[in-house]
């Protein structure tokens, strides 16, 4: 049995992870394996560099910090230790205002604010298990981005739980809830044609 297929077929943790060789780019997902390659499309990286562009400025001097995939986020639930979690997931795009969450691994927590953007591959599971994932993990605000629609979901985390989200189009521009005085024009992010 290959290295993938037996990363498909039991749950694994943490620890296991960091063992993993293959030059391949996993997450895990209460557990579960999943394959990250191959390397995403233009647009997504286009849009991408557009949207880390525009934090990285604004973030400048300030405490918080904008990390891109990849970049591993440990997301451990209950008692579990950094080791046991099975949760690890590498966000197309993170913001982390708590310094302490940080460390050489990358962070362990939950972000601020997590951006995924949608691939054919990816789309379910960036709205699905993804979005359940960092409702849990206490993410307090979480954009799904749409390429092909040019368009930008975004849930605010309330009482542990997202609410309705707010839509918004390439026209617009969208101000950060968890960033105060900080917004991102989509004007800008989405430049290039799909």
């Not at 297929?5 to 063992?19: H, L, N, P, V, W």
Request: aromatic content about 8%.
């Amino acid at each position: 049995m290959g290295l993938a297929a037996r990363k498909e077929s039991k749950r694994f943790t943490y620890g296991d992870y960091q063992k993993w060789d293959d030059g391949e780019r996993w997450e895990l997902i209460n557990g579960e394996a999943y394959n990250m390659s191959p390397a995403p499309r233009r647009v997504h990286q286009e849009i991408l560099t557009n949207l880390i562009g525009q934090l990285w400025n604004q973030l400048q001097g300030k405490p918080c910090k904008v990390y891109p995939a990849p970049f591993d986020v440990r997301l451990p639930q209950g008692s579990e230790t950094d080791e046991e979690s099975s949760n690890v997931v590498q966000p197309d795009l993170s913001v982390i205002c708590d310094p302490k969450k940080l460390d050489e691994k990358g962070c362990l927590g939950a972000p601020d604010l997590i951006i995924e953007i949608l691939s054919p591959g990816s789309h379910s599971r960036d709205k699905m298990e993804k979005f359940n994932l960092y409702e849990m993990a206490g993410v307090k605000e979480y954009w799904v981005v749409s390429p092909e629609e040019e368009m930008v979901e975004v849930f605010l985390l309330e009482e542990g739980t997202y609410g309705r989200p707010n839509t918004y189009n390439a026209k617009n521009t969208v101000t950060i809830g968890v960033l105060k005085d900080m917004s991102v024009d989509l004007s800008k992010v989405f430049l290039t044609p799909v």
